[in-house]
C-alpha cells in the first residue's frame, strides 16, 4: 500500500538521520543552547537573507500556534484568523487554552482577504464600547492554507499594511512553508515573507523532519524570557540536539528547499495524472495537497492500495479526497496511484 | 572532555537510532495511532505485568507533568509537592499556568514524608473555611528524586494509605525511573510503583530515549478523551512514530533496564572512586546522581577535561557537584574524572 | 432627561434599599452563610416549585456565565452558543480567558435552532479526528436573548433533547429572565425552565436589583466545591448579604414578577406608541427590549430629551435604536418619548 | 450577641446607604462611566495628593488581587509574596488561575523584610539556568497584614529600593488601609504608599463599604484597556453606579478616615480591657485586628454573647482568637465583652 494521506506518514529525511547517527556521542548542552542549534539559527538568517533576525525551535504546529499567539499577545487580546484556518478547528482549542480568543473572518480558498480584515476593524472599533469585546491583537494567516493554497506577494503586502493601521501583529503559520515557496505558482519570497509578517515559522514536521518548527521573529520583536514561555509550556526539549541537529541538516545545501522541490514534482505529476483522468479539482492547489471529488464508486479501486484522506463528503455519491506528496513519495508510488484510476 | 553534566548531554541508544532508520519508509498513521504505539504500549504492560493499564507517549517531562496534573485535578484543586519538587522550582510555572496551585510541603532529601503529608491534610480540613484555601487533590512525587534518592516500598506505601483516605491521587514523576528502579538500594517494583500510584510515567528522556515520556495510569483513570487533552496542551505529535518507535525499542530484550543497569554500574564505580579519594558527599544517593561537596580548588583540576553541574554553594570555599552516569558513560570516562583528582 | 438606555441605568427598587436599611445594624456571618442567603434560596426553591434545587448567588453576568460554564466544562470541552450570544460577543473573552472555546452557530433572531444544533453535531462526530476538535460540552442560550425574543416551551424541549443526546448540558443565561416569565407571548414558566435546563440563572442586576444574579443547579449537579470555584474567580462578596438581601427581598410577595410586570406594561404601551406612530420594528420583541429602524432625522428629536442606545447602522439615512423599560420606567417617561415623535 | 467577628459583619455606613437612596432614580451610564465614578475619582486623587493618578473601583479583594496581578505581569512572571500572604493562602488559588506562580517567602509578623527579599533575588538571578523557574516581577504585601500589623515607612522604602533594582512592580493589599493610616503606630501616609508602591489599593469592603475597593495606580502604568481586564475577568458591575456612590461618599468630609478612626479607637479601648484583664497578646498589633491567647475555659464565658474568630489552637488548653471592630463598633460591644471577662 502506498501512502498519500499526509506529509507525516513517513519518518526524517535520511540525511538528518545520517546526522542524528553521526552526532550521537558528542555530549552537548541541553535545552536548546547546544552548537547545533546555534549553528541552524545561523544558517536560516543566512537564507532568509537578514542577520538580526531572531530563531527559535519548537516541536511541533499546534504548540508553536499556542505559544506564539498567547506570547505575542495582551492578556485581553484575541487573534483574528480564517474560520477555516488550523488554530480555528483542528487543534482542540489550544489557542483558547491559554485564554486568548481566535476571532474567525470569512475565508476564501482559505485565505482571508485584507478588505474584510479592514471592514471587520473599522466597524469594531466604531463601537464605543468596543473594550467589552475581544480586541484584536494579531492576525493568523498560513501559507500554504489549510487548502493548499497561497497568498500572492500583493495580498500578504496589503494584510500587512491593515495590520500596522491596527496595530496588530501579523503571524505566517508556515507548517507546510517550503512547498509554499518552491511552487512555480508563487511571487512570495522567504524574505518577502520576513519583511510583512512580525513572526513565521518554517515547518520542519511536514516538511521531511521528524518533528520541530523554526520560528522567525523579524522586528527585533522576540518576547523577553522567551525560554521562560517555551519551558512554561512544556515545550522545550532537554535533549534540544533533536531540534538543532534537524534544522542544520535542512538548511545545509538546500535540503529544505530539495525535499520541498521534490515533494511538489511529485505533486505536479499527481495533478497532471488526475487531469489526464478527467478528474474534477475540488480546489486549485498550487502546493504538496491535492483536492479531487470523486464518486464514491472509485475509492473500492483504491482499496488496500492507496491511502488518502476523506476532506468531506459533498454529497451521498460523491467524496472530496485528499493526496499529499512529501519528501518520500516516488514515482512507483504514483504509477500504483494511476494504475487504481483504470 | 568527558561530561557527566547530566544524563542528557549525548543522544539516544543506538539501538533506537537503527530502528529508527529502519522504520524510516514505512507509512504509518499519524498523531499516536501507529502499530510501534500500540505494540510498545502492550510491552510495557506486559512489563509491569498488569494488562489493562492505560499508557500514553508524551515528549518531555515539564510538558507531562503539566498535563498530568491539570487533567487529573479538578479546576478548584492543587498539587501537593517536596519543596525542592520540580514542578515547585524548575518548570518555570508549567503547573501554575495551567491555573493550579503546587503547594509545597518540607523535605528530607528530596522526599516527602507520609506524617507529614497526614498533618498537613489533618489540619486542613479541621480549618472550617478550607474551601477559601487550595484545596488538595494529588500528591506530587519523584522517584528517583531530584536528589537521586529513593522512597522504600514502605513509605510508598503510607503515602498511597494517606492519599486514599482524603481521596488524593498519587502521582509519581518517573523521569529517572529506570536508574530507580534497578538500584540496589531499592525494594521498590514497577508492580510495585503501579499498585500505589494512581499515575505515573517511565522517563525516556533521561534513560536512553531522544525524547519521550511514558504514562501510565493505573486504576482505569485515564482522563476521557485524553488525546484531546494531549492536542489542547500542544503535545501531540503529528509523527507520533518518533515515541511509539523509541519505546517500543526500550522495551524489547529489556532495553531499557539493560539502560538503567549500565548507568547504574557506572555511577557504583564513580562512587567508589570518591570514596577511595575521600570525597565527601553531600547527599547519599542510590542512584545515578551523585554529589559530592568539594574545595574550589579542585575545580581548576577539572578545567577542560571533565563536565559537571554545579549544585550549590554552601559558602565561599566549596561547591556541591553533580555528576550524572547515563547509557553513553564509558569506563574511559571514568578514568578521565579520576585521572583528575591527583 | 428621561432614559431607555437600558433596564440597568436606575439604582435598586426601593423595597431593597429599605430592607438593606432595614438589616444594616445585624452582625450576619460572611461569605454567603448569612441567613438572608438561606431565605432567599428557600423562596426560590419554593418559586420554582421544587424542594430539592441547588441555589447559589453570584454578582453580575459575565461573571456567572465564566463560572458556571468553566465550572461544569471539562478541561477539554467548548461551550455552543449562537454567533450573537453575550458570551459569543460582548465578555471580553471572559469564557475563553477560562481556557474554554466558544463555538458559534448560525441564529435567528438570537436564537439556536434545535435542528441546526443536532446538524452540528452529528457531523462532528462523523468525523474519526473529533478529539482535534473542541468538543462541545454545553449549550449556551439566553432567554430572553440579546434581541429580546424567547424561545417556545416546543423549542426548549426539542434542544433540550438534542443535548440529552449529545451529553451537552443546557445552560439558560437569564439575565432578564424575569421579562421572559410574565411576557404575554410566552408560554414558559419557571417550572419548565428547571426541567429542560441543567443550570440557569434568574438575572437580579437588571430586574431590580442593584448587583446579583441566582443560579439555580436543577439535577441536583451543583459542581462539588462551588465555593471553592467562587471564590477562585473572585466572584465571593465578603458581605454576601448584599445578595441575601436583595434575592430575599425580590422573592418575597412577588416582588420580582411585580418589577417584570411593570417593565412589561411600560414596554407594551411603548410598542403602541411605536405602531401608533407608523415606526418600523427591527425585529417583534416580546420582551423590554424594542428595537425600531428611524431615519435618522429623527434622532435630533430625541436630542436632550430621551436616551437610548443605538444597535446598528443598516445605511447612512437609518440607524437601528434599542429601548428599554425597567423597574422605575414611569408613564410618564412614556409621554416625554411620545412627545418626541411629533 | 454583640460581634467582634470581623469588620464585614454589619452592613454599609449609613451615609453610604443614604446616598445610595438619595441617587436612585438618577438614570446614570453604566459600567464605571457614570459621574459618581468620575468625582470619586477625583476626590480619591485629591485626599492622596496626586493629580495625575489612575483610579479604578473593583468589588472585591480577592478580585482585585487577582486582577491586579494578572494584568501587570508578563504570563512568565511571578508574584513575591509573605508565606502567610492573603494571597498565598487565602483566596483559593485564585492568581494561580489566572496562570502566575505566587513565591512565598518567610514572614515575621505578617511582613517581609528587604533584605530577606534581596537575598532571594540575588540567589536567583545568581543561577545560570533562572529561565527554568518562576521569574519574579512584582511583591505583594499587605498593609494591615493578616496579622494587622504595619511597615515602617523605612521597610516600604528599602523594599521599594530592592523592587527598582530588580525592576518588580511593588503592590499593596489595602483592604484595611484605613485603619493603617490612622493608626497612631504608622509613620505611613497615602502620599508614601503612592510614592513607593506601583499600585495599591484603598479597601472599602472592610472599612464602611458593603463592597468595593479603589484601585490606584501611581506611575502613569495602569494597564492599557484595563477596562476589557475588567470584563474578561467578570468584574465589571452593569451598575458601576454602586462602588462610585459609595466610594464618593467615602471619600466626602473624610467619611474614610473617621470610620478608620472611629473603629481604631474601639480598638485601642479593646486592647486597653484586654490589658487590663491581664490577657496574653498573641501579637502586637496596632490596627484594628487584635489577638490575644486565651485558655479554653474563657470561651464557655463568650457563649452566645460575644462572637469572635478562632485563629488558631497552639496547643490542646489555649486558643487564639481574633476581635475586630469597624464603624459599627459600639461603647456598648466593648462593655459586653469586658463583661465576659469577669
Same mark, same amino acid.
Given at each position: 500500500?502506498?501512502?498519500f494521506?499526509?506529509?507525516?506518514?513517513t519518518?526524517?529525511h535520511?540525511?538528518?538521520l545520517k =546526522?542524528?547517527?553521526e552526532?550521537?556521542l558528542?555530549?552537548?548542552?541541553g535545552?536548546?543552547?547546544d552548537?547545533?542549534?546555534d549553528?541552524? =539559527?545561523?544558517?536560516?538568517?543566512k537564507?532568509?537573507?537578514k542577520e538580526e533576525?531572531?530563531v527559535?525551535?519548537?516541536v511541533?504546529?499546534?504548540?508553536t500556534n499556542a505559544?506564539i499567539?498567547?506570547?505575542?499577545?495582551?492578556?485581553f487580546?484575541?487573534?483574528i484568523a480564517?474560520e477555516?484556518?488550523?488554530i480555528n478547528?483542528?487543534e482542540s482549542?489550544a489557542v483558547e487554552y491559554?485564554?486568548?480568543?481566535?476571532?474567525a473572518l470569512?475565508?476564501q480558498n482559505?485565505?482571508?482577504?485584507a478588505?474584510?480584515?479592514a471592514?471587520y476593524?473599522e466597524t469594531f472599533?466604531e463601537?464605543e464600547?468596543y473594550?467589552h469585546m475581544?480586541?484584536p491583537g494579531?492576525?493568523?494567516?498560513s501559507?500554504p492554507?489549510?487548502?493548499g493554497?497561497?497568498y500572492?506577494?500583493?495580498?500578504?503586502?496589503?494584510i500587512?499594511?491593515?495590520?500596522?493601521?491596527?496595530?496588530?501583529?501579523l503571524f505566517?503559520?508556515?507548517?507546510?512553508?517550503?512547498?509554499?515557496l518552491?511552487?512555480?505558482?508563487?511571487?512570495?519570497?522567504?524574505k518577502d515573507?520576513?519583511?510583512?509578517c512580525?513572526?513565521?515559522?518554517?515547518?520542519?514536521?511536514?516538511?521531511?523532519?521528524?518533528?520541530?518548527?523554526?520560528?522567525?521573529?523579524t522586528?527585533?520583536?522576540?518576547?523577553?524570557?522567551f525560554t521562560?514561555?517555551?519551558k512554561?509550556?512544556g515545550?522545550l526539549l532537554?535533549?534540544?540536539?533533536?531540534?538543532?541537529?534537524q534544522?542544520?541538516?535542512?538548511?545545509?545545501?538546500?535540503?529544505?528547499?530539495?525535499?520541498?522541490t521534490h515533494?511538489? @514534482?511529485?505533486?505536479?505529476?499527481l495533478?497532471?495524472i488526475?487531469?489526464?483522468?478527467?478528474?474534477?479539482?475540488f480546489?486549485?492547489s498550487p502546493?504538496?495537497?491535492?483536492?479531487?471529488?470523486?464518486?464514491?464508486?472509485?475509492l473500492?479501486?483504491f @482499496?488496500?492500495?492507496?491511502?488518502?484522506?476523506?476532506w468531506?463528503?459533498?454529497? =451521498?455519491?460523491h467524496?472530496v479526497?485528499?493526496f499529499?506528496?512529501?519528501?518520500?513519495t516516488t514515482k512507483?508510488?504514483?504509477?500504483?496511484l494511476e494504475s487504481?484510476?483504470?
Open positions: 500500500m502506498v501512502s494521506a499526509s506529509d507525516y506518514t519518518g526524517a535520511p540525511e538528518i =546526522k542524528l547517527g552526532t550521537n558528542e555530549p552537548l548542552s535545552y536548546g543552547t552548537l547545533y542549534c549553528s541552524a =539559527k545561523q544558517k536560516i538568517r537564507t532568509i537573507g533576525l531572531d527559535e525551535f519548537l511541533g504546529g499546534t504548540q505559544l499567539i498567547s506570547s505575542m499577545l495582551q492578556e487580546e484575541g487573534v480564517a477555516t484556518g488550523h478547528v483542528h482549542g491559554t485564554g486568548h480568543k481566535v476571532i470569512p475565508e482559505g485565505k482571508i482577504a478588505l474584510d480584515l471592514n476593524l472599533y463601537d464600547t473594550e475581544v480586541i494579531m492576525v493568523y494567516i501559507h492554507t489549510e487548502y493554497t497561497l500572492s506577494k500583493k495580498e500578504l503586502e496589503d500587512s499594511e491593515v495590520c500596522k493601521k491596527y496595530d496588530l501583529r505566517m503559520d508556515g507548517a507546510r512553508l517550503g512547498y509554499g518552491v511552487s512555480k505558482q508563487t511571487d512570495v519570497t522567504l515573507i520576513a519583511e510583512f512580525d513572526v513565521f515559522y518554517i515547518g520542519g514536521t511536514k516538511v521531511g523532519a521528524i518533528c520541530g518548527e523554526a520560528v522567525v521573529f522586528k527585533n520583536n522576540k518576547p523577553k524570557h521562560a514561555y517555551i512554561q509550556h515545550a532537554a535533549k534540544g540536539r533533536l531540534l538543532g541537529i534544522f542544520d541538516t535542512l538548511f545545509t545545501d538546500d535540503l529544505y528547499f530539495k525535499i520541498s515533494a511538489m @514534482e511529485m505533486a505536479d505529476q495533478k497532471e488526475f487531469k489526464q483522468h478527467g478528474m474534477e479539482f480546489i486549485d502546493t504538496n495537497q491535492q483536492f479531487v471529488t470523486v464518486e464514491n464508486t472509485l473500492d479501486a @482499496e488496500g492500495k492507496v491511502a488518502y484522506t476523506v468531506s463528503k459533498p454529497d =451521498k455519491e467524496t479526497l485528499r499529499v506528496t512529501s519528501w518520500s512507483e508510488d504514483l504509477e500504483v487504481c484510476l483504470g
